[in-house]
C-alpha cells in the first residue's frame, strides 16, 4: 500500500517535480505574493497544482524504511524561494501526508492518503503541542475518551495551518486506562470541530492559520494512525523536522538573489557589510549537502542520526534569520518600504526559527543529550 502511494506519479523524478514547482511558482505565485503577505490571501490554487505536479508524494516511505526527503525539501525551497507562507502550507501538507504513509493503517494510506498526496485534499499537522510535550515544555491539550468505534476529543489548539472546512490535520491526544498518546487524523468537517480564525500575525498569513476547538469529536478507530503512538512517533519526528529545512533553504536563497540584485546600483558600498552573498551560498550549500545526508534515510534509529537532525534544523533556523538580516543591510531604503521584498522576508525569516522545533525547543534538547 505504501509503495502505491509514494508512485502517484510513476513517470516523474525528483528534479522533473522540482522544475514543474519552480515553474508554476514562478507563473502562478510570484503575482500574488503581495496579496498572500498583505491581505493574508491562501494560495489554495498553487497549492494544487503543486499537488498535480507530484511535490507532495516524492517523499513518502517506498516499502519497508526506504524513503528520501530530498526532491521534497527542493521542491518547497523552489517556493520558499518567493513565499515563505506557500513554502509553510507545503511542509503542513507534505507532514500529513507523511503520517499517513508512515502509520500502518491500509485503509487511510488507500484512501486519504492518496488525496493528500496528489493534492486533491489538503491539511496540515497540530503537532507543536505535543512535540513540546514530549520535551517537557508544555501540557497536553487535547484528551480522548474511549467510546464504542473510536475516542471523544476534546480541547484547544492555538495555532494550525493549512486548514480549512474539507481539510484534515493529523493530531496527538491523551488516553486514559492504560494513560497513552494516540494519534489521528481529524477532519475539519466533522461535528463539534470549530476553527477560529482571529489571529493577525507579521508575516505567514496566508496560510489559514486557525485556533482550533475540538468539542466531543468523534475519530473513529478508522482514522487512528497510531495507539499507542510513542513508538511511531520516534518513527515520524526526523522527517517532520527534516522537511522544514525546506522552508529555510528557499528563503536564504530568495535572501541571496536579493543581495545580488542590490549589487548594481550599491555594490560599491554594500562590499563593506560583514556578510555577502558569496559567503552565505557556500555556506547554504554546506547545509543543504548535510540534510541531503540526512533525508536519505529518515527511518534512522542511531541516537546520532536523532542529534545531526536537530544540529541541522538549529543551523537552518539561525542562518534564515542572518540571512534575511544581511538582505535588509544590502537592499537598505528600497527593502524597508512596505512593499520591499526584504523587510518581508525579515518578518517571514523568525517563522523559520519559531516554528515547532523552535530555537529555544532544539537548544534544550541539545543540552539535556548531553555530549
Ligand atoms: C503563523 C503560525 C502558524 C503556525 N502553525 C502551526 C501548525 O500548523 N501546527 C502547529 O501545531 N503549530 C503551529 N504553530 C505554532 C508554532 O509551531 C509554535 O508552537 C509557536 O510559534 C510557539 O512556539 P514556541 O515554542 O516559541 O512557544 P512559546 O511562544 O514560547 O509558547 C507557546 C505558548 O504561548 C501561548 N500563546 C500563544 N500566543 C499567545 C499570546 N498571544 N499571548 C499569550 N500566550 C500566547 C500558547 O498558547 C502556548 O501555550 C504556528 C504558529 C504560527 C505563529
Redesign the pocket.
Known amino acids: 500500500m505504501l509503495d502505491n502511494l509514494a508512485r502517484a506519479r510513476p513517470t516523474e523524478s525528483g528534479a522533473e517535480v522540482v522544475g514543474a514547482v519552480r515553474d508554476i511558482a514562478a507563473r502562478e505565485l510570484v503575482p500574488l505574493i503581495q496579496q498572500i503577505d498583505v491581505e493574508g490571501h491562501y494560495p489554495e490554487s498553487v497549492m494544487r497544482a503543486f499537488g498535480r505536479a507530484g511535490a507532495f508524494a516524492t517523499h513518502l516511505p517506498q516499502g519497508g524504511d526506504r524513503a528520501d526527503l530530498g526532491t521534497a525539501i527542493r521542491a518547497m525551497a523552489a517556493a520558499g524561494e518567493h513565499c515563505l507562507s506557500t513554502s509553510f502550507c507545503m511542509w ?1 501538507q507534505d507532514a500529513l501526508a507523511w503520517y499517513i504513509a508512515a502509520s500502518t493503517n491500509d485503509g487511510l494510506q488507500g484512501s486519504l492518503g492518496r488525496r493528500v498526496a496528489s493534492g486533491e485534499a489538503l491539511g ?6 505535543p512535540m ?1 510535550t514530549f520535551f517537557g ?2 501540557q497536553i491539550r487535547l484528551r480522548g475518551k474511549r467510546v464504542a468505534g473510536g475516542y471523544l476529543v476534546r480541547g484547544l ?6 486548514l480549512g472546512r474539507d481539510h484534515y490535520f493529523g493530531a496527538v491526544f491523551e488516553a486514559e486506562e492504560p494513560r497513552r498518546y494516540v494519534m489521528a487524523i481529524v477532519p475539519c468537517a466533522a461535528p463539534g470541530v470549530t476553527l477560529a480564525d482571529n489571529t493577525k ?1 507579521v508575516a ?1 498569513d496566508g ?1 489559514r ?1 486557525f485556533s482550533v476547538q475540538l468539542r466531543d469529536v468523534m475519530i473513529a478507530d478508522d482514522l487512528v494512525l497510531a495507539d499507542p503512538s510513542d513508538g511511531y512517533i520516534k518513527r515520524i519526528r526526523a522527517g517532520f523536522v527534516l522537511l522544514q529545512a525546506g522552508m529555510a533553504f528557499g528563503l536564504i536563497r530568495g535572501c541571496i538573489a536579493l543581495m545580488q540584485q542590490a549589487k548594481a546600483p550599491l555594490g560599491h558600498v554594500n562590499r563593506y557589510l560583514d556578510a555577502q552573498p558569496e559567503t552565505i551560498e557556500q555556506e547554504l550549500v554546506a547545509m543543504e549537502t548535510a540534510v541531503a545526508q540526512l533525508a536519505a534515510t529518515p527511518f534512522e534509529t542511531d541516537p546520532s542520526y536523532w542529534r545531526a537532525v536537530i544540529e541541522a534544523r538549529l543551523a537552518a533556523g539561525e542562518a534564515s534569520v542572518a540571512a534575511a538580516h544581511a538582505a535588509m543591510l544590502h537592499c537598505g531604503a528600497r527593502g524597508y518600504v512596505t512593499t520591499g521584498a526584504a523587510q518581508r522576508r525579515l518578518r517571514e525569516a523568525y ?1 523559520v526559527a ?3 522545533p ?1 530555537t ?2 532544539l537548544k534544550k534538547m541539545l543540552a539535556e543529550m548531553g555530549h
Open positions: 503542513c496540515g499537522t497540530a503537532l507543536s503541542n513540546k515544555i508544555e489548539l492555538p495555532f494550525v495551518s493549512n500575525f505567514l496560510t492559520t517563522f519559531i516554528v515547532t523552535a529555544k525547543q
